[in-house]
């Protein structure tokens, strides 16, 4: 029977599955983003600034996986309203806008990349939110630890 352990198990894999991908993505980017620019038929000088894009994103995508696999982690032990998941929560955050500032720049070169920015910045700012919702309940949370 399905019940939330095995749905925190599942993404710990996924998370941990997703780390492996990234790592493999970054030695074979050179490889997949010249074919992709021969394949599309782009100026092969466009090879480069698309490197730089895609590297630039990787040490952020990184931090938010391993970010997100501690939190995981934490839920795993049912610590889920603590400070440190806020923590965690901020660093995602911080992560998906960085993101979203590097390819707001890159869609200088490559438009597309200003359409995957605002999703990001998007998903940076819900992660506020549910950073802001997790402070609330830490403060609900230690009210009744305080009452009788």
């Known amino acids: 029977m399905w019940n939330p352990s095995k749905s925190v198990r599942l993404s710990s894999i996924c998370t941990k599955i997703a780390i492996v991908l990234v790592i493999c993505a970054a030695f074979a980017m050179p490889n997949l983003i010249a074919t992709y620019v021969s394949y599309t038929g782009k100026d092969p000088e466009i090879i480069h600034s698309l490197l730089l894009t895609v590297y630039a994103c990787v040490l952020p995508g990184m931090l938010s996986l391993i ?12 610590e889920v309203f603590v400070e440190k998941n806020v923590k965690l929560l901020r660093a995602l955050s911080w992560c998906s806008f960085v993101v979203s500032v590097i390819l707001f720049i890159s869609g200088f070169y490559y438009i597309l990349f200003v359409i995957i920015a605002v999703c990001a910045a998007f998903l940076g700012l819900i992660l506020r939110v549910i950073k802001n919702v997790f402070e609330q309940a830490i403060v609900i949370k ?3 630890d305080f009452t009788i």
Not at 67 to 78: F, P, T
Request: include cysteine; aromatic fraction near 0%.
């Open 142 to 144: 230690r009210e009744n």
């Open 67 to 78: 970010c997100l696999g501690m939190l995981l982690s934490n839920i795993r032990r049912e």
